[in-house]
Every structure is written in structure tokens, then in C-alpha cells.
């Protein structure tokens, strides 16, 4: 499937579901991915956005659980701050109710239902988004910090 193609599919759906902008979903789930022709371009749409949300799950789920994580993570999580925790907290528990939502919706098809899930999915994103952010803007700080030490400190 194209991305003509696929917009001009949405259209109607974004019309009848009041679904988010196509261009908005994807800037923050890159929905552009559909390659195959498809009846149910809303299953695939939340497909890809529940693969993208995997992604942001596997991170924290690493800060969490740092047991082999690389040590950039433990570099920052020795600098972690409470509001930081609370954020991962925050993240965690909603990206964790999103896939456990999804998951019902994989035994039938109703194209009513994956609009809804698209847009709590949407919804739930747009309110976590600046808790991500903050926590990859602190993680970028704790590097830049730990960068600038070891420059300092003499290895011979």
C-alpha cells in the first residue's frame, strides 16, 4: 500500500471514528510502515502504533530492570531523580494498560473498536509524551556529565 493510498483510506475513517489526524499519528507512530493492501487499515494502524509502543515499553522495562542493561542505563540511574521514578512509574503502568487493551481486540474484528482503541492509544500517548521526554532529556544530561568527568580524569 502506498501513503496516497493509505491516507485516502483513512479518510473516511478518521470522518466516521473521529480519529486523530493521519499527519499526527504519524509523527509520533510513523503509521506510513503499511506496506500491504489491506480491508482493515485500522487493525494495522494499531498494529504498528502497539509495535512502536513495544519499543518505548522495552526501554523502561530496561530502566526498571536493569539486570543486563548497557551501562549507559546505569550511569543514569544512578543519578535518578524522584520525579524521574515517578515518570517511569507513570509510563510504564499506561503503556502496559495500552497493550493489555490491544490484546482483546485481536480475537474479533470490529472496526468500531480499533478506532476506539486508536484514539485512547492517542489520547494516552499525548499524556505521557512530556514524561518521556523529560527522562530522555535527564538520561542525555547524566551521559553528558559522566562524558565530561571521565575526560578529566587521567587513565595512565
Known sequence: MNLKTLKESYIPLQKKHGLPEF?????????????????????????????????????????????????FIHIYLKNLTSEDKENMEKIYTALNEMNISAFAI????????????????YKKWQEIKPAFKSIFQNLQKSWSSQTERKEKTYFG
Open 23 to 71: 499527519e499526527k499519528l504519524n509523527q509520533d507512530f510513523t503509521i506510513e510502515k503499511i506496506k500491504k493492501e489491506t480491508d482493515y487499515p485500522l487493525r494495522e494502524i494499531r498494529r504498528i502504533i502497539l509495535r512502536r509502543l513495544g519499543n518505548y515499553l522495552g526501554f523502561i522495562e530496561t530502566l526498571i530492570n536493569p539486570a543486563s542493561a548497557p551501562s
Open 106 to 121: 485481536e480475537l474479533e474484528y470490529s472496526e468500531k473498536a480499533e478506532a476506539d482503541m486508536i484514539k485512547m492509544i
